[in-house]
């Protein structure tokens, strides 16, 4: 018959035939018993057998420390174990208590909690063994607590794996099995679990894209649009991305992200980020655009991220190379522009080369060039909105001015567009492409023949991926609503041609100085004082000259030539009679304008408010005229350059 194995039940050691073990037995010794079931977080019952190593423990450490944590008894099992405390035997020549010594411990309560396995030898997520095991941190224990609410005992080991600067994975913590129990802890303990709990609550109540803890998958996507891992791989690519004094690199990549995908105000982005004002949250956008541009794009967009042989091998569709190419690889790229509006701007020559007829809003356009299979191969440079830059334009400019795209397509390429390109299929054509496009209707016509319909949904089924690309991109807020003008005038320094710009802003001396209140007094608002800053400075030429016509006969008669600031081809003449020995609003006669509210005497027209604000008032004052700082990142498709290639050499 197999001897039985006898294991101490404190340690769980093995105990040898004829090793010296100590049974359980109806003498008791409370502070040994109450010490090693906190010691080594097990139940000790009547019968059980300890090893002589786990007894020394006790009478070795200071009795006087409060006990950590104890163990908490199985329900079938707590009444013996509670009434077997009284019946513990001692070895002998040890007595219940050693004289001089206190066996007093703290006094311990029942909690009911949802319990992880005890366990020191083994990785308590996945129950296995490791030699590289690590003791579970205090933070991670309150994390357990306070997301799953299960008590992790302090004792209990886990893989490296499933820890991250002190907290665990999220997959670790699902993977955690608990049993509900009753866990005796003692008063300072619970206390210092509420105040662990407080502190990783805390944590995660901010965001935090330097915190692993403070934000889970779906944070990071909800924000960023972007998984965790993907956050951390772009992240790894922006070496130029500095930390500052007010924010690391992630939390300004974080920011970048955050505006576009959300569209939130940089007002909002500096609360929500904890970041001292508006200004930080921009420049630190600034920066990880910067970051971006240099270090990110140019690797997985343009012309040059990827070749030729590469693109027709992993990102041409099997339907797209039967339809139109069969017999050959050629590159097949589907071509559309989209819009992202922008607010008006004061500027009115920037405002009227924006403004879309054909949306009736202002409006910038970037063009995608896109794969058959979505795959995004090039953005162009957004397009100003007017008639002169529409898809077939922008198409001409950007293989004017684009020597990538001139050295990447082969004759015998295929672009495939819509309707919007029909005056740049002559253009593709002669370059040696392909074109491939919906038809159009006959004059007269009520329908396609069977020939042109079928043909149109070859197009169509290979065309909406680029649609589909663009609404990839508007999921992406920013580019959904309306993008703001930052506007900042330039600063004023000292120029050469100064002087001679001050001698003709001082022409007109006799014409009556106008204050702020004699234009109101005038104008009846402030409206029309509102957009004489912009006439005026569209109406001064590139050297700062004021045009002003006087009459040769009528003394302080005045005409002038506006600019309309909605139609480049109409200008407005005004006149205006004043009387120089006058002061004040008083000494403003007369004016008419051939504006459509030109005719007035109640009130005047913004075109009469912007001479008379000019003349009386902004030529003795420095003056800067209204700036669209970011103007010159707009192309625009009517200025073709002087030379442009004719063929796809």
């Given at each position: 018959m197999a001897s039985r194995i006898i294991s101490c039940a404190a340690c769980t050691r093995r105990l040898r035939s004829g090793q010296h073990r100590r049974r359980v037995g109806n003498q008791s010794n409370r502070a040994l018993l109450t010490f090693l079931e906190a010691k080594f977080q097990r139940c000790i019952n009547v019968g059980d057998f300890l090893c002589s190593p786990c007894c020394k423990l006790y009478y070795r450490q200071d009795r006087s420390s409060p006990i950590a944590e104890p163990a908490s008894p199985n329900p079938s099992t707590s009444a013996v174990s509670s009434h077997s405390r009284s019946d513990f035997s001692q070895?002998?020549?040890?007595?219940?208590?050693?004289?001089?010594?206190?066996?007093?411990?703290?006094?311990?309560?029942?909690?009911?909690?949802?319990?992880?396995?005890?366990?020191?030898?083994?990785?308590?997520?996945?129950?296995?063994?490791?030699?590289?095991?690590?003791?579970?941190?205090?933070?991670?224990?309150?994390?357990?607590?306070?997301?799953?609410?299960?008590?992790?005992?302090?004792?209990?080991?886990c893989c490296p794996e499933h820890l991250v600067d002190g907290f665990f994975v999220p997959e670790a913590l699902q993977m955690v099995e608990a049993s509900e129990q009753d866990v005796m802890l003692s008063g300072d303990e619970v206390r210092q679990l509420f105040e662990g709990v407080s502190a990783v609550a805390k944590r995660q109540a901010k965001i935090d894209f330097d915190d692993p803890l403070a934000l889970d998958e779906r944070g990071y996507f909800n924000l960023t649009g972007l998984r965790k891992d993907q956050f951390d791989s772009l992240i790894s690519c922006l070496s130029t991305l500095r930390n500052t004094k007010n924010r690391t690199g992630r939390t300004a990549l974080a920011l970048l992200l955050t505006k576009l995908r959300t569209g939130l105000s940089h007002e909002v982005l500096a609360t929500i980020f904890h970041l001292p004002d508006f200004h930080a949250v921009s420049n630190a956008i600034d920066s990880a655009r910067v970051a971006l541009m240099k270090e990110f794009v140019p690797l997985h967009l343009g012309f040059t991220h990827i070749s030729r042989e590469a693109f027709i091998a992993e990102h041409t569709t099997t339907l797209a190379r039967e339809l139109f190419s069969p017999d050959r690889d050629a590159a097949i790229v589907v071509v559309d522009g989209t819009y992202v509006y922008i607010e008006k701007s004061h500027?009115?020559?920037?405002?009227?080369?924006?403004?879309?007829?054909?949306?009736?809003?202002?409006?910038?356009?970037?063009?995608?060039?896109?794969?058959?299979d979505?795959?995004?191969?090039?953005?162009?440079?957004?397009h100003l909105a007017n008639g002169k830059n529409n898809d077939a334009s922008i198409l001409k400019y950007t293989w004017a001015v684009n020597e990538d795209i001139r050295a990447w397509m082969k004759p015998e390429d295929i672009f495939v567009v819509d309707r919007g390109f029909r005056d740049a299929t002559e253009f593709l054509s002669e370059l040696g492409f392909q074109s491939r496009m919906p038809a159009f209707l006959e004059k007269g016509a009520s329908q396609h023949d069977a020939v042109e319909a079928n043909e149109s949904r070859l197009v169509t089924k290979i065309r909406w991926v680029v649609e589909s690309a663009n609404g990839l991109i508007k999921t992406f807020k920013f580019f959904q609503q309306v993008v703001r003008n930052t506007q900042r005038p330039p600063r004023k320094t000292d120029d050469p041609d100064d002087l001679a710009i001050a001698r003709k802003m001082l022409q007109l001396a006799d014409f009556p100085r106008l204050s702020v209140d004699n234009l109101r007094f005038i104008t009846l608002g402030v409206y029309q004082l509102k957009q004489a800053r912009s006439y005026t400075a569209e109406h001064l030429d590139e050297d700062g000259s004021y045009e002003v016509r006087v009459h040769r006969e009528k003394e302080g008669l005045l005409r002038v030539k506006i600019q309309s600031r909605h139609v480049q081809s109409k200008a407005y003449n005004l006149w205006i009679l004043y009387e120089a020995t006058t002061e004040g609003a008083q000494s403003i006669k007369a004016w008419y304008c051939k504006c459509r509210t030109g005719a007035r005497v109640v009130g005047c027209c913004a075109h009469i408010a912007a001479v008379l604000w000019y003349l009386g008032q902004a030529r003795f004052e420095a003056f800067s005229a209204p700036a669209y700082r970011n103007a010159h990142l707009f192309l625009d498709a009517a200025l073709l350059p002087a030379t442009q290639s004719g063929s796809s050499d």
């Open positions: 070895p002998s020549g040890l007595s219940e208590e050693e004289p001089g010594t206190s066996s007093s411990s703290p006094e311990l309560f029942p909690i009911p909690l949802l319990k992880a396995i005890t366990t020191h030898a083994y990785c308590f997520v996945r129950k296995t063994k490791n030699k590289d095991l690590v003791v579970i941190p205090g933070p991670a224990r309150s994390q357990a607590l306070l997301e799953r609410i299960v008590f992790v005992p302090k004792t209990n080991r500027n009115y020559t920037f405002q009227r080369q924006a403004f879309s007829m054909h949306k009736h809003r202002c409006l910038v356009k970037p063009m995608l060039i896109v794969a058959t979505g795959y995004i191969l090039d953005v162009t440079d957004p």
